[in-house]
């Protein structure tokens, strides 16, 4: 089995396997090289291979190696290095013999990419006709966007209010959504930001500008309702100041024949319709009116009545798949991520940007070490140049903690295969696709703020799941899609996670947590292209609410992480 590339980085032209007996689990030993030049494969057999196991091409093991780690393909002397996606991912600290497990001890990491004289916007993006046929039933927004749900959200302004408002919506949930069927769900925006920190510090503008824009989201519908305390330093104009929402009427224009025909979704740059500004709905805990805790829960359930009023008048209606917006996220990576599931999420990703879609990828230390695959994929030097600044920039906030990109790879990275963060990075970019990157987004910067309306874009975030998932949710996502090897119940409550496995054992032992299973690819049962397909038709009914994905069904929601590098008082 051989496959091309979906990702039109150059880093490798394909894999080949060591075995043609591949059907269901693999019974015969099989080892998988990505590309004609590397001097290592994994192994991609369950449980791992003994020593004296014989491939088909004679390779034999000296040694137990277990699954997706590294087996020498040829001897490798000292100091040598050792290629992996036809990229150096390390040099041996000593000789390896052919059929040795090349574990991580025996390598030394290469140094960071230079992010001098890079190539900017070198590489023409391959031409692919439009898919201009395809469409979900989305909620339609004033300002343009598209909901794929229809979610009321609770805006804090500090963690203080944290508790009463969970309470509050869990009252919600039982005493008034079930008035509304149209509401899928009632959300608390709940973070650690608003007081006890340097509030005017430079870089306090990231996690405002994130809260801001999250409480924007598409899937809210433009109804927007603030919790506060009172005394916080993020006072509720300053976290949403005046021209900053609009708030849509959504009963007259569910009811307008007219308004909805009128409404087109190509641009989120353009309303769509005439929105009202209307005065910020805050309900504030240490008003004089509140006596007693329950007067405080009859406030914010007053407010949230009327906002669900309006939401429940709204209805999905079909729009063009060009209305998505997808975020794309690794966690949990194995080396089967780089080999199954990121290159089908990246063949994925190119037929969402071919239907006019937007799609971010992200993860700043994952794709550091691919820096220069990605300013040679940017549409213009400025792009390319805006990607080179987002990286300077983390670079100098790691080594302000005496860290570096290092740091990166996990435990549970390491024992699914992966040495280093030059290997997990090659497998990380996959997910991005050959479309050239046409826009930037600073972290906690909107799509909308940016005028960016469909293609694919490089959203920098931290690589944790948490924080780059919060960060996605301020961008403007609407769809999540989260690939995992060795397996994560992560889970957002504002837009729904399509969760793609890696390994075909993974998808089996976690069947009621993963939606796809792309470990297929390796077992020979299925093509990168087959899984990026179901993939592509899966986000379509995902985003009509026809199928729900099983972190929705398990109500499987991870906290809101706010990344925020200024100083804490």
Same mark, same amino acid.
């Given at each position: ?25 693999a ?8 590309h ?13 291979l003994? /020593?004296g196991?014989v491939f088909?091409?004679?390779l034999?093991l ?6 997706g ?6 001897d490798?002397?000292q100091?040598? @290095? ?5 990229v150096p ?8 013999a ?8 025996? =390598?030394?990491?290469p ?9 900017? !916007?070198?590489q ?15 909620y339609r ?7 794929t749900?229809?979610? =009321?959200?609770?805006?804090t302004?500090?963690?203080?209010v944290a508790?009463?408002?969970?309470f509050?919506?869990?009252?919600i949930? /039982? ?6 069927p149209n509401?899928?769900?009632?959300v608390g925006?709940?973070h650690?930001?608003g007081?006890?920190? /340097?509030i005017?510090?430079p870089?306090a503008?990231?996690?405002i500008?994130?809260l801001?824009n999250?409480?924007l989201n598409p ?11 009172g005394?916080?330093?993020?006072q ?10 609009a ?5 007259a ?7 909805v025909?009128?409404?087109? @979704?190509?641009?989120a !740059?353009?309303?769509?319709a005439r ?11 240490q008003?004089?009116?509140h006596v007693?805790f329950?007067?405080m829960?009859?406030s914010?359930?007053?407010a949230?009545d009327?906002h669900l ?6 209805r ?13 996220q690794c966690?949990?990576?194995d /080396?089967?991520s ?15 940007v071919?239907a ?9 230390t994952?794709?550091r070490?691919?820096i220069a695959?990605?300013?040679a994929?940017a ?6 140049q !805006? ?5 300077d920039?983390y ?12 740091a990166?790879?996990?435990?549970g990275?390491?024992?699914?295969g ?10 990380s ?17 909107s799509?909308r703020d ?13 690589a944790?799941?948490? @924080? ?10 609407n ?7 060795r397996?994560?119940p ?5 837009v ?10 993974l998808?089996?032992?976690w069947?009621d947590?993963?939606?796809?299973n792309?470990?297929r ?5 299925a ?12 986000? =379509?009914?995902?985003a009509?609410?026809?199928k729900?994905?099983w972190?929705?069904?398990w109500?499987l ?6 990344f925020?590098p200024?100083?804490?008082?």
């Amino acid at each position: 089995m051989c496959q091309r590339c979906p990702c039109g980085c150059r880093a490798w032209s394909g894999f080949e396997v060591s075995s043609t007996s591949l059907g269901g689990v693999a019974q015969a030993p099989l080892h998988i090289r990505m590309h004609g030049a590397d001097n290592v494969a994994i192994v991609a057999n369950a449980g791992g291979l003994p /020593a004296g196991t014989v491939f088909a091409d004679g390779l034999v093991l000296r040694e137990r190696v277990p699954q997706g780690h590294k087996v020498a393909l040829v001897d490798v002397p000292q100091g040598a @290095i050792v290629r992996r996606y036809n990229v150096p991912i390390g040099t041996a600290l000593k000789a390896i013999a052919a059929g040795s497990w090349v574990s991580e001890a025996l =390598l030394q990491m290469p140094d960071a990419c230079s992010l001098v004289d890079l190539p900017l !916007a070198t590489q023409v993006a391959p031409v692919q006709p439009a898919l201009d046929s395809y469409t979900f039933e989305g909620y339609r927004n004033a300002d343009g966007t598209v909901g794929t749900r229809n979610i =009321l959200a609770i805006t804090t302004t500090v963690q203080c209010v944290a508790g009463v408002v969970d309470f509050a919506v869990q009252r919600i949930k /039982a005493e008034l959504l079930p008035k509304y069927p149209n509401v899928d769900d009632v959300v608390g925006l709940e973070h650690s930001y608003g007081c006890g920190v /340097a509030i005017d510090a430079p870089d306090a503008i990231i996690p405002i500008r994130t809260l801001r824009n999250i409480s924007l989201n598409p899937n809210f519908g433009g109804e927007v309702m603030v919790v506060s305390l009172g005394c916080e330093k993020l006072q509720p104009e300053r976290l949403l100041p005046p021209g900053s929402f609009a708030i849509q009427k959504v009963a007259a224009l569910a009811t307008s024949e007219m308004a909805v025909g009128q409404l087109s @979704i190509n641009s989120a !740059a353009a309303p769509l319709a005439r929105a009202e500004e209307t005065p910020l709905d805050v309900v504030c805990l240490q008003a004089q009116a509140h006596v007693g805790f329950m007067s405080m829960i009859a406030s914010i359930m007053q407010a949230a009545d009327q906002h669900l009023v309006r939401l429940n008048a709204r209805r999905r209606t079909t729009v063009p798949a060009s209305a998505l917006v997808v975020g794309v996220q690794c966690g949990g990576s194995d /080396a089967f991520s780089g080999v199954t599931a990121n290159p089908a999420v990246g063949f994925c990703t190119d037929l969402l940007v071919r239907a006019g879609a937007t799609v971010m990828f992200s993860e700043t230390t994952e794709v550091r070490d691919g820096i220069a695959q990605l300013t040679a994929r940017a549409s213009s030097p400025a792009v390319a140049q !805006a990607m080179v600044r987002e990286m300077d920039w983390y670079d100098r906030y790691l080594a302000k903690g005496h860290a570096d990109r290092s740091a990166n790879t996990t435990p549970g990275n390491k024992k699914g295969g992966l040495s280093n963060i030059v290997e997990k990075a090659m497998g990380s970019i996959v997910k991005s696709g050959s479309a050239a990157i046409s826009g930037v987004l600073s972290p906690g910067e909107s799509l909308r703020d940016k005028g960016i309306a469909g293609g694919l874009v490089y959203a920098a975030t931290p690589a944790s799941d948490f @924080i780059c998932g919060t960060l996605q949710l301020a961008a403007g996502m609407n769809l999540h899609v989260f690939t995992t090897g060795r397996g994560t119940p992560y889970g957002l409550a504002a837009v729904p996670v399509i969760k793609v496995a890696t390994r075909t054992d993974l998808a089996q032992r976690w069947h009621d947590l993963m939606d796809v299973n792309a470990g297929r690819i390796a077992d020979g049962e299925a093509t990168i292209e087959q899984v990026g397909w179901e993939l592509f038709h899966l986000m =379509l009914d995902v985003a009509s609410g026809r199928k729900k994905t099983w972190a929705e069904h398990w109500k499987l929601h991870n906290a809101l992480v706010l990344f925020n590098p200024a100083p804490i008082t």
